[in-house]
């Protein structure tokens, strides 16, 4: 059974502090790695996906990485819109593209101007 | 501008009542899906549809119902077999004749609630 686990499950930050938030994953085969953002009361934004170990992706503040057990995302120099949920997701081989997503409970970031 | 519309926002359901959740999409995906949310819970997938006129149990499909007659519409029914609805529940579609995966976009969810 496909298994997602995202740690922290909340982290606070500084304005300005950055951190890490980690996503480990147990699949039989990895086809892909999906990050999200949530905000309270809307649906995930899709930021980035990951296909193989060393693969990196930017976006602004954001940097995921990710290796053969785990992915991280990086926040550098956060600022207070960045405060969001965020998910970690995994799709193993075996399953067709398009089809279903094996998703983590989440880490809540808050960061405080 | 493309996207998936959720409708209603909010809903309320009585006892013993079945009630009807609206998922439309614009962006030409052949896949959808719909999941739930529980608090301080991840995703948890109840049905999804690859193609018009087939669709796939999930995870937690059991009291739930599903259709797609057409492709840009897969409404999810909450039947009164399901004996705990009050969840945040969220539509998603990706492009599924690709050779590489692709993320799922999701819209703005619907909230149930139990009167």
């Known amino acids: 059974e496909d298994q997602v686990t995202q740690s922290p499950e909340a982290l606070r930050l500084q304005e300005g502090e950055s951190s890490s938030l980690n996503c480990s994953y147990t699949?039989?085969?990895?086809?892909?790695l999906f990050w999200y953002r949530q905000d309270p009361g809307k649906g995930p934004e899709f930021l980035f996906t990951?296909?193989?170990a060393g693969e990196e992706k930017e976006k602004e503040r954001l940097k995921a990485t990710l290796t053969k057990k785990e992915s991280f995302l990086h926040i550098t120099a956060p600022k207070p819109e960045d405060s969001a949920t965020y998910l970690c997701?995994?799709?193993?081989?075996?399953?067709?593209?398009?089809?279903?997503?094996?998703f983590g409970e989440g880490t809540q970031l808050t960061v405080n101007p | 501008d493309g996207g998936i519309t959720q409708s209603p926002k909010y809903l309320f359901r009585k006892e013993g009542q079945n009630v009807t959740l609206s998922c439309e999409q614009n962006?030409?995906?052949?896949?959808m899906y719909w999941y739930r949310q529980d608090p301080g819970q991840g995703l948890r997938l109840i049905y999804y549809?690859?193609?018009?006129?087939?669709?796939q149990k999930g995870d937690i499909a059991e009291g739930y119902s599903v259709s797609r007659e057409k492709k840009e519409s897969f409404p999810l029914t909450v039947t009164s077999a399901q004996k705990n609805p009050t969840a945040f529940y969220l539509c998603?579609?990706?492009?599924?004749?690709?050779?590489?995966?692709?993320?799922?976009?999701f819209g703005d969810g619907t909230r149930l609630s139990i009167l």
């Open positions: 549809s690859q193609i018009v006129n087939d669709f």
């Open positions: 962006l030409n995906h052949d896949a």
């Open positions: 699949v039989s085969g990895l086809r892909g």
């Open positions: 997701a995994v799709q193993a081989h075996g399953e067709t593209s398009g089809s279903r997503l094996t």
């Open positions: 990951l296909y193989s």
């Open positions: 998603a579609s990706s492009n599924y004749r690709v050779p590489r995966n692709q993320p799922q976009h």
